[in-house]
């Protein structure tokens, strides 16, 4: 079972680059959900998907566009990379939102020089 | 999301119980009380959530309270494997689309 599969695993980008992490995931979850991990912070919320063709911003999405054109793909992009996106995204689904289990992915670790 | 608030740091000895426990004070009537672990290097892994009434599961068993003000995750076994950052969340239920993790507390198993 795949699970949740994130791409990259590792980038270094530079300041004003931009890129595309990508999350697919084959349990046909209609929740899909990106977050970022700081140093001695928790995960926090960047944008969701509660299904094909639908996204909502969650507490930090500035600096960060996501489009859902299928159940399977949630990819999110950084358009302008700013040396404050250094960090780790995780992507996330289910099949209820928040409620259920989330699965999360490995992991993807972005550095911004 | 209500806050909740978790010891910064727990040791317990291979094989033996560990009780993690969550205060959680300003839980409203609706709100869910989950549990992850995130493991080195890796991403968060469900570990179990409930309501009201206690709940068990393959992983672990979550003791909450009658006046549901704190809750304890209980590891009835610690593995070497169980050494992670334990997040307790409260979660608003049905619509509910965002958990708020906190630092959550990290447990260091002893071989």
Known sequence: NAGVTQ?????????????????????????????????????R????????????QGEVPNGYNVSRS????????LLSAAPSQTSVYFCASSVAGAT???????GSRLTVL | DAKTTQPNSMESNEEEPVHLPCNHSTISGTDYIHWYRQLPSQGPEYVIHGLT?????????LAIAEDRKSSTLILHRATL?????YYCILNEGAGSYQLTFGKGTKLSVIP
């Open chain 1, 7 to 43: 791409t990259p695993k590792f980038q270094v980008l530079k300041t004003g680059q931009s890129m595309t992490l990508q999350c697919a995931q084959d349990m046909n979850h209609e929740y899909m959900s990106w977050y970022r991990q700081d140093p001695g912070m928790g995960l």
């Open chain 1, 45 to 56: 919320l960047i944008h969701y998907s509660v299904g094909a063709g639908i996204t909502d």
């Open chain 1, 70 to 77: 299928t159940t399977e793909d949630f990819p999110l992009r």
């Open chain 1, 100 to 106: 259920g289990e989330l699965f999360f992915g490995e």
């Open chain 2, 53 to 61: 009434s206690n709940v068990n599961n393959r992983m672990a068993s």
């Open chain 2, 81 to 85: 494997r169980d050494a992670a950052v």
